[in-house]
């Protein structure tokens, strides 16, 4: 450990679920590194501050991250710890995602007080997201149903369910762990009626390259974790996925073989694509490149140029 470094200062979001990721990444960090003081720095974003209108229509969930790094930028933190789910495309110049910690459960969460699972939510039934990607998803499987907008963190989204806005609600399961929720779950969502997002459920350290702290995270990398979220990630690189695209993408290793599967669509449900394939773990990004290319060939492109001019 370099002895310069006098304390590792954590930038993150002031939510209930962004401090439990938070200091997950400080337990680890004093873990194996116990002379090194660890300290959080929490700030609110402008995601978290504007609730009133859909992610995608202000922005997308850069919103939850520009700040955090504008935090490093100033020097008034050494990294910033994110929701992968949550990180776009393109970093800025200069910075990069230093360790992803292993992956919580990656699955959506079907969440209802009064209906056991998904398949019992009778034609009518409101339901809950602020996700394009699950609303494409769940309008194709239940057109039936009524999908509205759902913003706010964990412990609000489940106080409108409560207060009976909602016939059910759609969440991620990490989150729901994390905060010691796993009893609100009812169903966890199967891939074929729900493919996760995008690096769900993985925390991402992210630093700056010149940053005496980024040769320390290495320790925290969860190899296989972060094999499956940068092969997703080829996907969001191609079709610059991100909340106000309908994209789905989620690798699995089976032994020394890598699996890839990607969905996008309208968010009605309509000019659906599919694409999955797999192959030795060796080959993980021609495997991003490959099914990239195939939803661009089945037209992806028209689909992402109707939803910015939407």
Not at 134 to 151: E, F, G, K, N, Y
Not at 281 to 293: F, P
Request: charged share 25%; proline share 5%; net charge neutral.
């Amino acid at each position: 450990m370099n002895p310069t470094i006098p304390e590792i200062r954590i930038a993150t979001r002031e939510s209930k679920l962004a401090l439990w990721q938070a200091e997950h990444v400080a337990t680890r960090l004093r873990e194996h590194y116990p002379q090194l003081a660890v300290r959080l720095v929490p700030m609110t974003t402008r995601g978290d501050r504007l609730l009133d209108a859909p992610l995608a229509k202000i922005g997308g969930k850069g919103l939850f991250i520009k700040e955090l790094e504008q935090a490093l930028a100033r020097g008034e933190a050494d990294i910033a710890v994110h929701s992968m789910k949550d990180v776009g495309v393109h970093l800025p110049e200069g910075y990069a995602i230093a360790a992803i910690l292993p992956r919580e459960n990656p699955y959506d969460a079907f969440v209802s007080n009064r209906f056991a699972c998904f398949a019992d939510l009778p034609a009518g039934a409101v339901v809950g997201t602020c996700s394009l990607r699950r609303r494409m998803q769940i309008a194709r499987a239940r057109p039936d149903v009524v999908l509205r907008d759902l913003r706010g963190n964990v412990q609000t989204r489940l106080a409108k369910l409560d207060r009976g806005d909602f016939d059910a609600i759609i969440l991620a399961c990490a989150g729901l762990i994390r905060l010691d929720l796993r009893q609100r779950i009812r169903e966890t969502l199967p891939v074929a009626l729900s493919l996760p997002a995008i690096g769900q459920g993985a925390i991402g350290i992210e630093c700056r390259l010149n940053s005496s702290v980024y040769p320390l995270l290495a320790a925290l990398n969860d190899a296989d974790t972060a094999l499956c979220v940068q092969t997703e990630r080829i996907i969001n690189r191609h079709l610059e996925g991100s909340c106000q695209v309908p994209l789905a993408a989620f690798a699995t290793l089976h032994g020394e073989r890598i699996h890839l599967e990607a969905r996008i669509g309208m968010p009605d449900g309509s000019d659906y694509l599919a694409a999955s394939d797999d192959t030795p773990r060796t080959d993980a990004t021609a495997l991003g490149e490959r099914i990239a290319a195939r939803l661009i060939a089945g037209g992806a492109r028209d689909i992402l140029h109707r939803l910015s001019h939407a």
